[in-house]
């Protein structure tokens, strides 16, 4: 029997709340993020299992923090997801993998006239790059005549989004002058102030906020402070859990586009919880080191977006073979529970299209491995192996010294 995508499926859950709905038991799309940093901690090897073990009820019940504070700020929905279908198909070269490069890439750009017309003067879909540099391509828009012939400097425009609108970031509007975008463009246009709209994060921004986060980790860790690394610990667990979420991959994140409203919390949250504690095999084996996590992270997302089409899939054959009644209930006959519904999807698991499922687990292992070893305290290694812990020393003895690794 193949299970899987199943498990993959009990350590995914994310983003519940909004989908379950308000009268919905709020542990229903808990259960998988805790579960998943509750066993990642067992995947570590000696020396580092005995700090995280120590801290292990503090990364279960934190495990469910960012989706606890998604409605808080409009900044934290976005971090959960990434709807790749958006930028077209594989392989996505053109996504910079870097955020700021990305940001710039696909947000949108206008002046203000000294009329008070506004005009879009930079947009992705307007846009075309030809040898590193970019061309308006809308003949149609009037910034055609805003644009110098040969161009504009892909770099020098990067530069200056960086610059003067990425520091407004959190702020309401990104607002800056005509001067400093009039020398990248190489040309004077009427313009009294630009204003930049982010038509990108809205969209999700998952693989790059996971490297932000581990970034936070890593500092706490050669600052010594333990409440920020277990805080960064607990939530760098549950958003690599969303990333091996197929359905945090798409647009159509809860069926919405397909007729399938429900999805979502169906195959995250209803699956898990039915078979979890009796079906799935919990061993991965040890976390293994991971040389370059940014592109690791990339994997992970672009791995899980393959899987899309065979989870919308698998829910419209289960639509068509059961009354919507019986679709998503576990129904309690005289014999006992009946999960037929459920066994039936879990017969026509993808398996030529899936990969192992309990990466999402051992993953957070790894990644927690990388930053503790790999670059605590500033430590840098020249090969792709990570320097030993020091024989006798616990993880909090290695985390208080301020010297380096600890060495």
């Known amino acids: 029997m193949n299970k899987n995508l199943l498990f993959r499926i009990l ?26 940093n509750r066993l990642a901690v067992f995947t570590l090897p000696p020396g580092m299992i005995g700090f995280y073990k120590k801290h292990i009820e503090y990364l279960t019940e934190h495990a469910v923090d960012p989706d606890k504070r998604r409605y808080a700020t409009r900044h934290e929905a976005p971090r959960h997801f990434l709807d790749l279908d958006r930028y077209g198909t594989f392989p996505f070269d053109h996504i910079p993998r870097r955020w700021a490069e990305a940001c710039a890439r696909f ?13 879009l003067l930079y947009g992705y879909e307007q846009v075309r790059e030809v040898d590193g540099r970019w061309f308006w391509a809308d003949t149609l828009a009037d910034a055609r005549n805003y644009w110098p012939a040969e161009g504009i400097d892909k770099k020098a425009y990067q530069a200056w989004f960086t610059q003067r609108i990425l520091p407004q970031f959190y702020e309401e509007e990104w607002r800056t ?42 500092e706490a860790f050669r600052s010594g402070n333990l409440p920020v690394i277990l805080r960064q610990s607990a939530e760098l667990g549950h958003y690599i859990g969303d990333a091996h979420v197929p359905l945090h991959t798409t ?15 169906f195959w995250e949250s209803r699956i898990p919880e039915l078979f979890a504690d009796q079906e799935y095999d919990y061993f991965v084996g040890p976390a293994v080191y991971i040389p370059d996590v940014e592109e690791y992270y990339w994997t992970i997302v672009f791995d899980s977006h ?17 009354p919507p009644d019986k679709q998503y209930c576990y129904e309690r006959t005289a014999g006992g529970n009946d999960p037929d519904p459920m066994q039936r999807i879990r017969s026509r698991l993808p398996g030529s299209h899936e990969r192992d499922g309990r990466t999402a687990m051992a993953g957070n292992g790894q990644v927690y491995r990388q930053r503790l070893v790999h670059r605590m305290g500033g430590c840098r290694t020249t090969g792709s192996a990570p320097p030993q812990w020091r024989p006798g020393r616990s993880p909090d003895q290695q985390i208080d010294q301020r010297n380096g690794c600890g060495v």
């Open 177 to 218: 002058s005509c001067d400093s975008l009039k020398q990248v463009f190489g040309v004077d246009f009427p313009c009294s102030e630009v204003l930049a709209v982010d038509t990108f994060s809205v969209h999700g921004v998952l693989p790059y906020n996971l490297v932000q986060v581990q970034r936070r980790l890593t």
């Open 251 to 265: 647009a159509n994140y809860n069926g919405q586009l397909t007729g399938q409203l429900g999805i979502h919390a």
């Open 107 to 119: 947000s949108d750009v206008y002046v203000v006239t000294p009329a008070s017309d506004t005009l």
């Open 11 to 36: 350590f995914l859950a994310g983003a519940l709340l909004a989908l379950l709905g308000a009268g919905a038991p709020a542990k229903w799309g808990f259960f998988g993020h805790r579960r998943l």
């Open 306 to 322: 393959r899987l899309v089409d065979s989870v919308l899939v698998i829910e419209k054959q289960l639509s068509l073979a059961f």
